[in-house]
Structure formats: structure tokens, C-alpha cells
């Protein structure tokens, strides 16, 4: 018998009236639907649709307490926008107005008392096979989207990995040790934590962070490993690495490229105006760029450079204490001073390691305390 496809199908049975629900019953366990659920009170549907979530409803238009149009209305209320639960609408009132009503209220179909059994049967095959079909597609549809976003995430993924590598061979132009960029990432994470910012921004700015000289890749090498002073028109060369980074990164997709572009072009800026590219001061300069400018300026100080040697821990923390509020912002150079801040700092330049998520927990509630 078709109608056994179907036979586990879950069917709730609304009318007021004892004598249809036992008759609907009957004809229903007849044909071999046996999930059968009937209620006389037709305030309590909405509850029922939650507990049972119904494949079809067969639902009577004239009911006292609360007529069909109301039920229909808590159901389209308790449905998930994306659930569909089809409805036969019942009534002996054949009027156009009533069918017009009923089906403009939301229900699928509509069927006059009395019916024939034939009739009801076929039209609740169809509604079962209309909700089967509803069900496949929105299965079909989630795993087409979690794929979606598992491959963009992949490409992402593949983008960055691909960024991180350039900035490394850029890094290793100015960094033998190719450090610096993971470590400016950690350190920048790390301030951002002290901040209060959120776990997904914190993560973001680790992720980007790296990239902040990305441009340098397209410095020549006699002004990048000079050892010397700067001509004014090398310096002038210097500075391009700011835009040149940004355009590298510019078009990105994602949220962590899209961020690391605003740090390439905006970590060199001065919380007084006074740095490049756009002289930005004060808060028109990016967080993320300011950030930045303080964990890259910490980490850079500590390391040898062709140029210059390393400089002590303390020299550079005070370096960073005493240039608040003309080339750091002084919020974040505070941070600083925190102990614990100060800790985490000097372990990733220590040991080049990652502090963990509890190290970062332990700074945050030490700063905020």
C-alpha cells in the first residue's frame, strides 16, 4: 500500500470535536499510520508542535475556544524559518471566502466535510511526500553550505599560509632568525587580551599581525640591510613598505586578511601624527595598527639589527613608558607597566614561544583586577 511509505509519519489531529478525532483516527491507522497524536483543544497545539514536531497537521477551521486561522498563527510563531510542517485544513464550510482565508493563513490544503476517505488520504500522501522532499532539500542544502564554508575556509587558510610565507622571506631580509613577524603576532595578541578584547578579535590579531611588514619584500636590499644612516630619499623608500604591504593584501576576502592589510598600512602611524603613511593621530589610527606599532617596536628593540644591536628589556620598556602619548597610544604603552603583561611580553621574546590560552586568562584578570 503507497501510503506505508509514510507509515511512521508524524500526524497530529486538531478538531474540537471527540467524534472526528476518533473517526480521522481510525481511517488514518486503517491505511497504516500509526504515529497518530489527536488533541480537542486546539491551545494546546503549539505546545504539541514542539514536543512531537509533526510531519502534517490536519487541522479543523470552526473550533470554539480558538478557531483554525488562530492555530495556524502559533504554529507559523513556533516554526523555525526554515522548518515547513504542511497543514490540512477540515471544515464543512465550502465557501470560496473560507478556502481563500485558510489558504492565504498559511495552510497547504484544504479539504470540505464531509470528505471522502480517498480523497483525504491521497491529499495527505502528497503533503507527507511534500514535507519528505522539504526535509532532503534543507539536509541537501546544510551540507552544501557546511562543505561551502569548509572549502573557503581551506582557501583561506591556503591564502594566509601563502601571505605568512612571503612575510617570512621578507622578515628574513631584515631578521636572520625570522622570528620577529610570530612573535610581533603573539605580543599583539597578548596587548589585545590585556585590553579586554574579544577571544575572536584576539585570534584575528594573532593571525594577522604576523604580516605587518609584508611590504618589505618589495624594499631593495641596500636600503633594507644598510648599516648605516638612511638618506632621506632611502628613508622615503623605507616607508613604502607601508603601502606596498597593503596593496599585497588589499582584495582579501576574509576577516583576518582584510584586518591584516589595515595593520601593513597603518602600524607605523604616531598616536601624535607624526609617523607615515597618512599621519594619522590618535584614534583615527586603526587599533589593530595600534597595537601593533607598540608589539613590533617591543620586539624589534630587543633584536640585532644590521644597523644597531639589541637593546635591554628595561631600555626598551621604558623606551615605550616615555614615548606614550606621542608614538604609542597611551593606553596600550600602559599595559606595559602591567606585571603580568610585562611577563608574558618578555617570555615570547625569551623563548620565542606561545603563551597558552590560561597565560593570556591570567593576564587579562591581572589587568582588569
Known amino acids: 500500500m503507497t501510503e506505508l511509505r509514510f507509515a511512521d509519519a508524524r500526524i497530529l489531529i486538531v478538531d474540537d470535536e471527540e ?31 514542539r514536543e512531537l514536531d509533526p510531519d502534517l497537521v490536519l487541522l479543523d477551521l470552526h473550533m470554539d475556544v480558538l478557531d483554525g486561522m488562530g492555530v495556524l498563527e502559533e504554529l507559523r510563531r513556533a516554526a523555525a524559518p526554515e522548518q515547513y510542517v504542511p497543514v490540512l485544513m477540515l471544515t464543512g464550510d465550502s465557501s470560496p471566502e473560507a478556502r481563500r482565508r485558510a489558504l492565504a493563513a498559511g495552510a497547504s490544503d484544504f479539504v470540505t466535510k464531509p ?9 495527505i500522501r502528497n503533503l507527507l511526500e511534500t514535507r519528505s522532499l522539504h526535509r532532503k532539500l534543507t539536509a541537501q542544502n546544510q ?3 557546511s ?6 575556509a581551506e582557501l583561506d587558510d591556503a591564502h594566509l599560509d601563502t601571505l605568512e610565507r612571503l612575510a617570512l622571506a621578507a622578515e628574513f631580509r631584515d631578521d ?24 575572536e578579535d584576539v585570534f584575528l590579531i594573532r593571525r594577522a599581525a604576523p604580516l605587518h611588514d609584508v611590504g618589505k619584500i618589495g624594499i ?11 638618506t632621506e630619499a632611502e628613508w622615503r623608500t623605507m616607508k613604502q613598505h607601508t603601502t606596498i604591504g597593503a596593496r599585497i593584501l588589499s582584495g582579501g576576502r576574509s576577516r583576518v586578511i582584510r584586518l591584516a592589510e589595515q595593520i601593513a598600512l597603518s602600524h607605523h602611524e604616531h598616536w601624535n601624527g607624526a609617523g607615515y603613511p597618512k599621519e594619522l593621530a590618535g584614534d583615527s589610527i586603526p587599533l589593530v595598527g595600534r597595537l601593533v606599532m607598540v608589539a613590533d617596536v617591543f620586539d624589534a628593540l630587543l633584536s640585532d639589527r644590521v644597523y644597531r644591536t639589541a637593546w635591554p628589556a628595561e631600555q626598551v620598556l621604558n623606551y615605550i613608558r616615555d614615548h606614550a602619548g606621542r608614538r604609542f597610544d597611551p593606553r596600550i604603552a600602559k599595559l606595559c607597566e602591567e606585571p603580568a603583561v610585562r611577563r608574558s611580553l618578555l617570555a615570547i621574546r625569551g623563548h620565542g614561544s606561545v603563551p597558552s590560552d590560561a597565560a593570556r586568562l591570567t593576564v587579562a584578570r591581572a589587568v582588569a583586577s
Not at 220 to 230: C, E, F, H, T
Open 176 to 199: 636572520e632568525t625570522g622570528w620577529h613577524t610570530e612573535r610581533v603576532g603573539e605580543a599583539a595578541a597578548v596587548l589585545a587580551t590585556a585590553l579586554g578584547l574579544p577571544d
Open 19 to 49: 467524534d472526528n478525532l476518533r473517526a480521522l483516527s481510525r481511517i488514518l491507522r486503517a491505511a497504516g499510520y500509526h504515529a497518530i497524536t489527536t488533541t480537542a483543544d486546539p491551545t494546546a497545539v503549539a505546545a504539541l508542535h
Open 147 to 152: 562543505r561551502v564554508a569548509e572549502r573557503t
Open 143 to 145: 551540507l552544501l553550505e
Open 220 to 230: 631593495p636590499d641596500s636600503v633594507l640591510r644598510k648599516p648605516g644612516a638612511l
Open 115 to 123: 470528505f471522502e476517505m480517498d480523497e483525504v488520504l491521497l491529499r
